[in-house]
């Protein structure tokens, strides 16, 4: 469907506008990267590497976590698709819609707001 390519093509391209903030052209190899790292405590013996959670950083971080969670979550959405649109074509229809609305409000609710913030479009993805 028109509406399933569109959503694909949009959540790959989403963490771009933030890549563009934090990666330079000048970058070289450090553009290929799809996380940003940062020591968690800085000269004790306990710190550990997590994703950046400030700023730009976090904003491409989280926007890249909502595409994995999207490919990792819409393989059965492929398959329905497929199948229910021989049959039942405008439910299918009305229903991938509002899969990519849910995805859309997950996505942007993840990146700008993190965990929490993607609930009413988790909510939308789930009752389609």
Do not use: W
């Amino acid at each position: 469907s028109f509406l399933f390519c569109y959503l694909v093509q949009h959540l790959n391209s989403y963490p771009m506008q933030y890549k563009a903030r934090i990666m330079r052209g000048k970058s070289g190899q450090l553009r290929s990267n799809m996380f940003i790292y940062k020591n968690a405590a800085e000269g004790s013996p306990e710190s550990r590497i997590v994703l950046s959670t400030e700023g730009d950083e976090a904003f491409y971080n989280r926007s890249n976590r909502a595409l994995y969670h999207f490919m990792e979550n819409s393989l059965s959405m492929v398959l329905v698709i497929l199948l229910d649109s021989v049959v039942y074509p405008i439910p299918t229809f009305v229903l991938t819609g509002l899969f990519v609305i849910g995805r859309l409000i997950y996505t942007s609710g993840y990146t700008g707001g993190g965990y929490g913030k993607h609930a009413p479009g988790f909510i939308i993805v789930a009752l389609t």
